[in-house]
């Protein structure tokens, strides 16, 4: 399996581009992931790479080894999981991606079940709010909360997400309540942003009389982490555009109240995506089908009444 390794170690370099970012992800150290690359340039008899102490680059002959080695990768993990799925006995890692929230809320309460359940898998779970390359990445699946795109990833829709904009009673006496998403541009409302480095220019889609328009809507504060927005809404900061699950316990009590409810947000989807490749993968499947069946059943939980 060594040089099954070294294929493996080469993959990510040039899917991550950085010889210490391979090796957190392989869970080893960039000594390690340099001395496999050296291994496996030894072994083909041509230089894969150009290192300096600033920039690692493929070189021609890295590219063209790179396709390939993508495909002996897929077919030694298509080939596993045929053999675990035959004996129904499906073990190995996944890695797993979703939002802050949605990860915190839904998924990582499940995880400690689901290993007890299927002991041989192990579960790597990453939760981050920033848009994510899920090929790039080497993710066997990756949760997604939004409208979604097109996308060339196999997609399963797990539930619908009714959407709200919403502030604190606090900032409504203090700047008054908007009517709809005319009334945020307007009167200059302070709303509420979720932005990270490299995101598109930040617009709310609201859905008008006349079909869903997209509002180009301003802030004081932004983050990348949608629990914080959260907290600052809370503290009468401003306008937030959140799930109707994320903020259920906030109506409920009255610390947080629909704004501009004339032109509520389009609803997002809960979706899980994954390479298609993963299809045939057995212990893919089983968490999916094991999460998804606890998100319906979690959401439908703290929405029920509203």
Same mark, same amino acid.
């Given at each position: ?5 070294? %294929? ?12 210490? +970012? ?5 869970? @080893? ?20 790479? $150009? ?33 675990? !799925? ?20 839904? %998924?990582?309460?499940?995880?400690? @079940? ?6 041989? %898998? ?10 994510? /390359? ?5 993710? !066997? ?10 996308? $060339? ?7 619908? =997400?009714?959407?709200?904009? =919403? ?22 409302? /302070? =709303?509420? $942003? ?32 949608? /629990? ?19 903020? +259920? ?48 059943? !979690? ?8």
């Amino acid at each position: 399996m060594s040089y099954v390794n070294n %294929i493996r170690m080469f993959v990510r370099v040039y899917d991550l581009g950085s010889m210490s +970012a391979a090796a957190r992800d392989q869970r @080893t150290s960039p000594a390690v992931a340099s001395a496999r690359i050296s291994e496996l340039e030894k072994h083909l008899g041509v230089r894969l790479f $150009n290192r300096t102490t600033r920039s690692l680059q493929p070189t021609e002959n890295g590219r063209l080894f790179y396709d390939g080695a993508r495909k002996v990768l897929e077919a030694i993990d298509e080939a596993e999981a045929a053999v675990t !799925d035959a004996t129904r006995n499906p073990r190995g890692v996944l890695f797993v991606a979703a939002p802050l929230g949605v990860g915190r809320r839904f %998924i990582a309460p499940h995880v400690p @079940t689901f290993k007890d359940e299927w002991p041989l %898998i192990d579960v790597r779970l990453r939760l981050s709010d920033r848009s994510i /390359d899920v090929t790039a990445e080497g993710l !066997d699946v990756a949760f997604h909360l939004g409208i979604l795109e097109d996308s $060339n990833l196999k997609v399963r829709r797990i539930a619908d =997400c009714p959407r709200l904009l =919403c502030a604190a009673p606090a900032y409504i006496a203090r700047r008054g309540m908007p009517e709809d998403g005319a009334a945020l541009l307007r009167d200059r409302h /302070d =709303c509420l $942003n979720l932005r990270f480095p490299g995101a598109r220019e930040f617009q709310w889609t609201l859905v008008t009389p006349d079909g869903p328009q997209r509002f180009e809507i301003t802030g004081p504060f932004e983050t990348d982490d949608g /629990d914080v927005l959260t907290g600052w809404a809370l503290d009468g900061r401003g306008i937030v555009l959140k799930p109707l699950f994320e903020v +259920a316990e906030h109506l409920r009590s009255g610390a947080l109240v629909p704004v501009a409810t004339a032109t509520p947000p389009l609803p997002a989807q809960l979706s899980a995506l994954m390479p298609h490749r993963r299809l045939k993968d057995p212990k893919t499947r089983l968490f999916i089908d094991y999460i998804a069946t606890r998100i319906k059943a !979690d959401i439908a939980a703290r929405v029920v009444g509203l």
